[in-house]
C-alpha cells in the first residue's frame, strides 16, 4: 500500500457507459482509465452502476401484483451482464490498476456468486492490484427511504438463510430461506431446469412442515407453484407439465403429515386463475394426440433463451447451426438434417422451418418487445416473448395435440381440492374470495 499524501491527483469520469453491454463497458472503462493515467491522475473515479450501466426510469415491466415479459427479457439482459465481485472483468480491472501504479474506484451491478441477488456495489482498487473495499450501497427505492427486506427481516429477528447447504440445517424459526440457485427473474428455477443438487418444491414444504409443526398452537402453510403460471404464461406446455407434477409433489408432502395428523389437518389445492388456456387437441392433429413428443423438451423457454438465445444474438449465429441446438433441446429436426429419417413426428415440414426461420430472423433483428410495438399478427405469434424461443415451443406444442388461447389468463373456472377437517365446507361453486371466509370461520379468525 502506497504512503498516505497530502495531495492526491483525482480524475471524475463523466462519460456515458454502453448500456447492458459489460464486455463494452469495460473495455470503455480501461481506455478511459489508461487516458486518465496518462494524465498523472493518481484516483480515477468511476460513476455509480458504470458497468453495465444505471437503468434509470426503468421498470423492468413491475408493478404491484404482475411482471410483463418484455420486462422479464430486460431484467434478465441486465442481470446477465452484471459483474461478479472476484469475476473475470473485475480481476482486468485489478491488473490495470497495478500495470498503471493507480487507485480506482469503480461503480458497478454486482451478481452474487450464491443467491444471484443484484447488489449495486462500488470495488476500491489499490495500486498493487488489491481490492480494498468492496461496497454493497444500500437500495432506498425510487422514493429515497425503502430499505432493504432481508435486512429488515433480520431486524425484525428473522435468521435469513440463502445458501442450501445453511437451510438444511435450518430446526426452528423465525426463518427467511432464498433459494440459493434463483434463476429468471429471481425466482425458483422451472422444474424442467432444476438439477439435482437445487432444492425442489416439495422440498421447502417439509422443511416448512419440520419447522412450523414445532408450535403448538397449530400453524397455517401456503405453498405457491407459481413457475406453473408462468409457464402457461409463455405457452410452454413441457414446462408447466412439469411443475404440475412438481406441485403434486409437494401437496404429497403436506398428505404425509395428514396421515400422521387426521383430526387437526386440513390441506387444500386450488389457483386464483387460469393461465394461457391450455387445451388438448389441435387443428392439424385432428382426433389424435402425441404427448411423448413433449418428453424430448429438456429445458424451459427460459433457459433456452439465457443459455443459447443470447449468444445467437451476440454473435448473429446462421439459423441451420441454431437448430442444432433445438435439435437437441427439443428434438425438433430439419428435412435437411442427417437424422431426419429417424425424426419421427418431430420432423419439421417446410411450412414450420419457415416459420421458425422467421421468428428466428426477427429475434436477431428485434427481440422481445411490448405489444404497443408490434404489429398484431407479431404479438399473436410471439406474445411479449423472444420471438424464436415462443415459435419452438408453439411448434413442439401443435405437434404434441396442444394448444393455448392466450399469453394472460383466461375466465376459466378453477378446480378446488379439499382434504382433512372441515374439508366438506368447500364443496360447490362459489367465488374464490370465499375460500377467506371458509377458513376464517373454520379458524375463528376475526
Given at each position: 500500500?502506497?504512503?498516505?499524501?497530502?495531495?492526491?491527483?483525482?480524475?471524475?469520469?463523466?462519460?456515458?457507459?454502453?448500456?447492458?453491454?459489460?464486455?463494452?463497458?469495460?473495455?470503455?472503462?480501461?481506455?478511459?482509465?489508461?487516458?486518465?493515467?496518462?494524465?498523472?491522475?493518481?484516483?480515477?473515479?468511476?460513476?455509480?452502476?458504470?458497468?453495465?450501466?444505471?437503468?434509470?426510469?426503468?421498470?423492468?415491466?413491475?408493478?404491484?401484483?404482475?411482471?410483463?415479459?418484455?420486462?422479464?427479457?430486460?431484467?434478465?439482459?441486465?442481470?446477465?451482464?452484471?459483474?461478479?465481485?472476484?469475476?473475470?472483468?473485475?480481476?482486468?480491472?485489478?491488473?490495470?490498476?497495478r500495470?498503471?501504479?493507480?487507485?480506482?474506484?469503480?461503480?458497478?451491478?454486482?451478481?452474487?456468486?450464491?443467491?444471484?441477488?443484484?447488489?449495486?456495489?462500488?470495488?476500491?482498487?489499490?495500486?498493487?492490484?488489491?481490492?480494498?473495499?468492496?461496497?454493497?450501497?444500500?437500495?432506498?427505492?425510487?422514493?429515497?427511504?425503502?430499505?432493504?427486506?432481508?435486512?429488515l427481516?433480520?431486524?425484525?429477528?428473522?435468521?435469513?438463510?440463502?445458501?442450501?447447504a445453511?437451510?438444511?440445517?435450518?430446526?426452528?424459526?423465525?426463518?427467511?430461506?432464498?433459494?440459493?440457485?434463483?434463476?429468471?427473474?429471481?425466482?425458483?428455477?422451472?422444474?424442467?431446469?432444476?438439477?439435482?443438487d437445487?432444492?425442489?418444491?416439495?422440498?421447502?414444504?417439509?422443511?416448512?412442515?419440520?419447522?412450523?409443526?414445532?408450535?403448538?398452537?397449530?400453524?397455517?402453510?401456503?405453498?405457491?407453484?407459481?413457475?406453473?403460471?408462468?409457464?402457461?404464461?409463455?405457452?410452454?406446455?413441457?414446462?408447466?407439465?412439469?411443475?404440475?407434477?412438481?406441485?403434486?409433489?409437494?401437496?404429497?408432502?403436506?398428505?404425509?403429515?395428514?396421515?400422521?395428523?387426521?383430526?387437526?389437518?386440513?390441506?387444500?389445492?386450488?389457483?386464483?386463475?387460469?393461465?394461457?388456456?391450455?387445451?388438448?387437441?389441435?387443428?392439424?392433429?385432428?382426433?389424435?394426440?402425441?404427448?411423448?413428443?413433449?418428453?424430448?423438451?429438456?429445458?424451459?423457454y427460459a433457459?433456452?433463451?439465457?443459455?443459447?438465445?443470447?449468444?445467437?444474438?451476440?454473435?448473429?449465429?446462421?439459423?441451420?447451426?441454431?437448430?442444432?441446438?433445438?435439435?437437441?433441446?427439443?428434438?425438433?429436426?430439419?428435412?435437411?438434417?442427417?437424422?431426419?429419417?429417424?425424426?419421427?413426428?418431430?420432423?419439421?415440414?417446410?411450412?414450420?422451418?419457415?416459420?421458425?426461420?422467421?421468428?428466428?430472423?426477427?429475434?436477431?433483428?428485434?427481440?422481445?418487445?411490448?405489444q404497443?410495438?408490434?404489429?398484431?399478427?407479431?404479438?399473436?405469434?410471439?406474445?411479449?416473448?423472444?420471438?424464436?424461443?415462443?415459435?419452438?415451443?408453439?411448434?413442439?406444442?401443435?405437434?404434441?395435440?396442444?394448444?393455448?388461447?392466450?399469453?394472460?389468463?383466461?375466465?376459466?373456472?378453477?378446480?378446488?381440492?379439499?382434504?382433512?377437517?372441515?374439508?366438506?365446507?368447500?364443496?360447490?361453486?362459489y367465488?374464490?374470495?370465499?375460500?377467506?371466509h371458509?377458513?376464517?370461520?373454520?379458524?375463528?379468525?376475526?
Open positions: 500500500m502506497r504512503d498516505l499524501k497530502n495531495t492526491c491527483r483525482v480524475a471524475v469520469v463523466q462519460a456515458t457507459p454502453v448500456m447492458f453491454r459489460k464486455d463494452k463497458c469495460l473495455e470503455k472503462a480501461l481506455r478511459l482509465i489508461d487516458e486518465a493515467a496518462g494524465e498523472g491522475a493518481e484516483l480515477i473515479v468511476f460513476p455509480e452502476l458504470f458497468i453495465p450501466g444505471y437503468p434509470y426510469g426503468m421498470t423492468f415491466g413491475f408493478t404491484v401484483g404482475s411482471r410483463k415479459a418484455v420486462g422479464r427479457e430486460d431484467w434478465k439482459m441486465y442481470y446477465d451482464n452484471s459483474l461478479l465481485a472476484d469475476g473475470p472483468e473485475m480481476r482486468k480491472l485489478l491488473r490495470r490498476a500495470e498503471l501504479g493507480v487507485y480506482i474506484s469503480m461503480g458497478y451491478s454486482e451478481r452474487d456468486a450464491v443467491t444471484g441477488t443484484l447488489y449495486n456495489a462500488n470495488m476500491m482498487i489499490s495500486p498493487e492490484g488489491e481490492a480494498l473495499n468492496h461496497r454493497k450501497l444500500k437500495p432506498t427505492g425510487a422514493e429515497g427511504d425503502q430499505a432493504d427486506l432481508y435486512a427481516a433480520e431486524k425484525a429477528g428473522y435468521h435469513v438463510v440463502k445458501t442450501q445453511e437451510a438444511e440445517q435450518v430446526t426452528g424459526g423465525p426463518v427467511v430461506i432464498i433459494d440459493e440457485h434463483l434463476a429468471d427473474s429471481d425466482a425458483m428455477a422451472y422444474e424442467i431446469d432444476r438439477t439435482d437445487m432444492w425442489a418444491l416439495a422440498d421447502y414444504v417439509e422443511k416448512g412442515i419440520e419447522v412450523l409443526s414445532q408450535d403448538k398452537d397449530g400453524f397455517f402453510m401456503m405453498c405457491e407453484g407459481g413457475k406453473i403460471d408462468w409457464a402457461c404464461h409463455a405457452n410452454d406446455a413441457a414446462a408447466s407439465i412439469h411443475d404440475v407434477i412438481e406441485m403434486h409433489n409437494a401437496v404429497q408432502a403436506a398428505v404425509e403429515f395428514y396421515a400422521q395428523h387426521p383430526d387437526d389437518t386440513l390441506i387444500l389445492v386450488t389457483a386464483d386463475h387460469e393461465t394461457g388456456g391450455l387445451g388438448i387437441g389441435y387443428k392439424t392433429t385432428n382426433y389424435d394426440t402425441f404427448l411423448t413428443n413433449l418428453a424430448h423438451q429438456k429445458m424451459s433457459k433456452f433463451d439465457s443459455t443459447y438465445v443470447n449468444n445467437y444474438v451476440k454473435n448473429q449465429t446462421p439459423f441451420e447451426t441454431a437448430m442444432q441446438d433445438v435439435k437437441a433441446n427439443f428434438g425438433l429436426t430439419l428435412p435437411t438434417d442427417p437424422d431426419a429419417a429417424s425424426a419421427g413426428k418431430l420432423l419439421l415440414t417446410d411450412y414450420e422451418v419457415e416459420n421458425l426461420r422467421t421468428a428466428y430472423e426477427r429475434t436477431l433483428k428485434v427481440g422481445s418487445s411490448s404497443s410495438k408490434m404489429s398484431q399478427q407479431d404479438y399473436e405469434l410471439y406474445g411479449t416473448y423472444i420471438p424464436f424461443s415462443m415459435a419452438i415451443c408453439h411448434t413442439i406444442n401443435h405437434k404434441s395435440g396442444v394448444d393455448h388461447t392466450t399469453y394472460a389468463h383466461t375466465g376459466a373456472m378453477v378446480n378446488l381440492y379439499a382434504r382433512g377437517q372441515g374439508a366438506d365446507k368447500f364443496r360447490g361453486v367465488d374464490n374470495t370465499e375460500i377467506f371458509k377458513l376464517a370461520e373454520l379458524t375463528d379468525v376475526q
